[in-house]
């Protein structure tokens, strides 16, 4: 397939265990965030988001934790299935000069093992 | 609901020659951002159109242009294709402009500059 980043922070996890990918963002002003997955060939696909009025949101076996006092966001995913192995990338969006801008970060690689 | 679609899928082209993407985002999405994506940059935003009007603009030069039309479709071109233009452009749609809302992704357009 084709490659998003050949020089990724990868994390590997056992089947069953839960992950937790972290991702520091920049901008004190970011007020929403969102966290994508990326497969193989394919587009980035939201999985969750999170505004900054909240620390903490919840879906379906996902989760995500936002602290701002450190600038960082975590996606939390419970009981990682192989369907999981993919590139996550966070995004933070602000106000810049007038008009809302949105930065990805550089991704982190989940595997899964069998 | 079909989610974003992008054509053609791949495209090889040679240097000196120009590119046209399409992308037809999510029925009711008015908002259309491109994106492009390496290995060694990430996903650097190019820019967003809302109801056929470039909204915002990444630090692209001024060989990367687009459009919308007035069904919200888009067009991107890349005109003196370079080398370092070879990428995975993608495109993306939301409901809301500036990037206040999840950005829903198509697959991309896979661009070979050779």
């Known amino acids: 397939g084709e490659s998003v980043g050949l020089h990724l922070p990868t994390l590997s996890v056992q089947e069953g265990d839960n992950s937790i990918i972290n991702c520091a963002y920049s901008?004190?002003?970011?007020?929403?965030f969102i966290w994508y997955k990326q497969e193989s060939g394919k587009g980035p696909q939201f999985i969750i988001d999170i505004r900054s009025n909240m620390d903490k949101r919840q879906g379906q076996r996902v989760t995500v934790l936002l602290n701002k006092t450190v600038k960082h966001l975590s996606l939390q995913i419970a009981a990682t299935q192989p369907g999981d192995s993919a590139v996550y990338f966070c995004?933070?969006?602000?106000?810049?000069?007038?008009?809302?801008?949105?930065?990805f970060g550089s991704g982190t690689r989940l595997q899964v093992q069998p | 609901k079909a989610g974003v679609t992008q054509t053609p899928r791949y495209l090889i082209k040679t240097r000196g020659q120009q590119v046209t993407l399409s992308c037809s985002p999510i029925s009711g999405h008015r908002s259309v951002s491109w994106y492009q994506q390496t290995p060694g940059q990430g996903l650097q935003f190019l820019f967003e159109y809302f109801s056929e009007t470039q909204r915002n603009k990444g630090n692209f030069p001024g060989r990367f242009s687009g459009r919308q039309f007035s069904n919200s479709r888009s067009e991107m071109n890349v005109s003196t294709l370079e080398l370092g233009d070879s990428a995975l452009y993608l495109c993306?749609?939301?409901?809301?402009?500036?990037?206040?809302?999840?950005?829903?992704f198509g697959n991309g357009t896979r661009l070979t500059v050779t």
């Open positions: 993306a749609s939301s409901l809301g402009r500036g990037s206040n809302s999840p950005l829903h």
């Open positions: 995004a933070e969006t602000y106000m810049d000069t007038g008009r809302r801008a949105l930065t």
């Open positions: 901008n004190s002003a970011s007020d929403y």
